[in-house]
């Protein structure tokens, strides 16, 4: 088992659980384990909570351990999710997305959808919009190619010093069609 010492509490819950179901332990074990998988000030926090009131089970463990170290950040993490906007890349983004849909529980994929598709800037949204993605990853996928294309726009306007460039668009042609001059001259 994971030991805790303190941070990333729901990562380390997610891994105790796993290793739980994997190893069919009980309740009392659970309980049990998880108190020998603690050290530093997660430990103290334990001793000092068991000697005033004691946990009796695995559930009122979690909750206990979530309450004294969910860390703040503007709020629970519904709170955080649904407020979540993108301000640096969308791979960051898409890391904090992630990072708090993991704690939620019963979101539908349109709500899902949804709120990363609110969160991302104004023109990513847009250029994404415009493709008509089928489901959230596809949007999150499109969100980066949209960001990538930008990013290489802006570097080809700055690398050519004060002229112009050309942009090359590449179109596939599905599988066994004519080329492009071909179907042109048809």
């Known amino acids: 088992m994971p030991i805790f010492e303190g941070e990333g509490t729901h990562g380390w819950i997610y891994k105790v659980e796993r290793y739980y179901a994997v190893n069919g332990l009980t309740e009392e074990e659970k309980l049990t384990a998880a108190g020998l998988c603690l050290e530093g000030k997660a430990l103290a926090w334990y001793q000092w909570r068991d000697m005033r009131r004691p946990i009796r089970s695995w559930r009122e463990f979690k909750g206990c351990l979530l ?3 969910q860390t703040s950040r503007g709020g629970d993490f519904y709170e955080q999710f649904f407020a979540l906007t ?3 890349t969308v791979a ?3 890391d904090r997305f992630e990072y708090l849909a993991s704690r939620l529980d ?3 994929e349109t709500v899902l959808e949804g709120n990363f598709m609110k969160g991302l800037k104004p023109e990513i949204r847009a250029a994404v919009r415009v493709m008509r993605p089928h489901d959230l ?3 999150m996928e499109l969100a980066q190619l949209v960001e990538d294309q930008r990013y290489l726009e802006k570097g080809a306007r700055s690398s050519s010093s004060g002229g112009t460039y050309k942009m090359t668009t590449t179109f596939l042609a599905p599988k066994g069609a004519a080329p492009l001059e071909d179907r042109r001259r048809q």
């Open 106 to 108: 019963r979101l539908s």
């Open 92 to 94: 960051e983004y898409r």
């Open 67 to 69: 309450e004294r170290f």
């Open 137 to 139: 990853g596809e949007a």
């Open 86 to 88: 993108q301000e640096g």
